[in-house]
Nanobody
Framework: QVQLVESGGDSVQAGGSLRLSCAAS????????MGWYRQAPGKQRDLVAT???????NYADSVKGRFAISRDNAQNMVYLQMNSLKPEDTAVYYC???????????WGRGTQVTVSS
């Protein structure tokens, strides 16, 4: 079974930085896509960033220029570097892996990010 474990969430001041980590239970070469989504209280879970095996990245418009997704294949890790954090970035951040034919989504349990003004 695929397991994803997020870490790095914290409470920070606006303008600060944070790096989230996602540890996968198996080689991330197994996954077509990995990424980060977030869900604020009372809102739907939305895309933050994704990365493919070939390192093609995609970002939500709201985080472009501030966040960067990356991967470390040797350690089965995916990261989300978050800079210039804003209060509206406050949410639970979830790691996603997409694998298999047909594709199936696997989710971590989330890590809380809180940005105060």
């Amino acid at each position: 079974q695929v397991q994803l474990v997020e870490s790095g969430g914290d409470s920070v001041q606006a303008g600060g930085s944070l790096r989230l980590s996602c540890a996968a239970s198996e080689s991330i070469f197994s996954f077509n896509i990995m990424g980060w989504y977030r869900q604020a209280p009372g809102k739907q879970r939305d895309l933050v960033a994704t990365i493919t095996r070939s390192s093609i990245t995609n970002y939500a418009d709201s985080v472009k220029g501030r966040f960067a997704i990356s991967r470390d294949n040797a350690q089965n890790m995916v990261y989300l570097q978050m800079n210039s954090l804003k209060p509206e970035d406050t949410a639970v951040y979830y790691c996603l892996a997409v694998a298999g034919i047909p594709p199936r989504n696997y989710w971590g349990r989330g890590t809380q990010v809180t940005v105060s003004s």
